[in-house]
C-alpha cells in the first residue's frame, strides 16, 4: 500500500525566506504525485503534480518541487516566502496505472509566515 | 467555467441521524470524489463514481455510501451518525477516469455531529 510522509507538521519561516517542504512517498512503483494547498476554511487547491516528465516540477505562485526516486522524495521549495503562502500544505500520491487513482495525503504540513 | 460546488457548506446534525450531502462537478468532468478530512485521520478517500458508477471505495463502514447521477452530480449519505463522523467533508471532480489528470476540490461540508 502507498504511503506518504510528511517530515514536520508546522514549519515556520520568515517573509522573503526559503520554504521547504518534505515529502516522502512509499510505493514499489514511483506513483503520481502532487502537492495540494488549503487555505482556512476552503478546500484543496493543486499547486503542482509529477507524472513521469521532467523530474523538477514547477507550480504556481512560484513554488517547485523535484522528484527523487533514489530518496523517494518530493521535497516542495519557494525561494522566497511571502505572507499570502501562509496555509497547510499537503502532499498525495496516486498509482500508477490499473484504476485506481485515489489519492493518498501525506498528514499536511501548516506553513507560518512571520513578517 | 464554475468550479466544484457542495451544498451545504455547513451542516449541525444529531447522533443517529442521518445526512446527504450534495456535490455539483466542473462542467465537462465525469468522476467525482469524496473525501474525509479530520484533525485525527487527515485526509481519507471515501469513494470515486465515474459515469454513475462506483469504482473504488475506501475502508469505510457501510454507513457511508453515494451515488451519481447521469449530469455528474453525486450526493453522498451517511446514516446513524456518530459523534466520529463530524469532519470536513470534501468533493473532487476530474475530467477523466483514470490518468494523472488533477483532481479539483470543492470548499467542502463542515457536519457537526452533536
Known amino acids: 500500500a502507498q504511503s506518504v510522509t510528511q517530515l514536520g507538521s508546522h514549519v515556520s519561516v520568515s517573509e522573503g525566506a526559503l520554504v521547504l517542504l518534505r515529502c516522502n512517498y512509499s510505493?514499489?512503483?514511483?506513483?503520481?504525485l502532487f502537492w495540494y494547498v488549503q487555505y482556512p476554511n476552503q478546500g484543496l487547491q493543486l499547486l503542482l503534480k509529477?507524472?513521469?516528465?521532467?523530474?523538477l516540477v514547477k507550480g504556481i505562485n512560484g513554488f517547485e518541487a523535484e522528484f527523487k526516486k533514489s530518496e523517494t522524495s518530493f521535497h516542495l521549495t519557494k525561494p522566497s516566502a511571502h505572507m499570502s503562502d501562509a496555509a497547510e500544505y499537503f502532499c498525495a500520491v496516486s498509482e500508477r496505472g490499473g484504476s485506481n487513482y485515489k489519492l493518498t495525503f501525506g498528514k499536511g504540513t501548516l506553513l507560518t509566515v512571520n513578517p | 467555467k464554475a468550479g466544484v460546488t457542495q451544498t451545504p457548506r455547513y451542516l449541525i446534525k444529531t447522533r443517529g441521524q442521518q445526512v446527504t450531502l450534495s456535490c455539483s462537478p466542473i462542467s465537462g468532468h465525469r468522476s467525482v470524489s469524496w473525501y474525509q478530512q479530520t484533525p485525527g485521520q487527515g485526509l481519507q478517500f471515501l469513494f470515486e463514481?465515474?459515469?454513475?458508477?462506483?469504482?473504488n471505495k475506501g475502508n469505510f463502514p457501510g454507513r457511508f455510501s453515494g451515488r451519481q447521477f447521469s449530469n455528474s452530480r453525486s450526493e453522498m449519505n451517511v446514516s446513524t451518525l456518530e459523534l466520529g463522523d463530524s469532519a470536513l467533508y470534501l468533493c473532487?471532480?476530474?475530467?477523466?477516469?483514470?490518468?494523472?489528470?488533477?483532481?479539483?476540490f470543492g470548499p467542502g461540508t463542515r457536519l457537526t455531529v452533536t
Open positions: 509529477y507524472t513521469s516528465a521532467a523530474t
Open positions: 463514481y465515474f459515469s454513475e458508477t462506483q469504482r
Open positions: 510505493s514499489s512503483v514511483p506513483p503520481y
Open positions: 473532487a471532480s476530474r475530467y477523466l477516469a483514470g490518468g494523472p489528470s488533477e483532481q479539483y
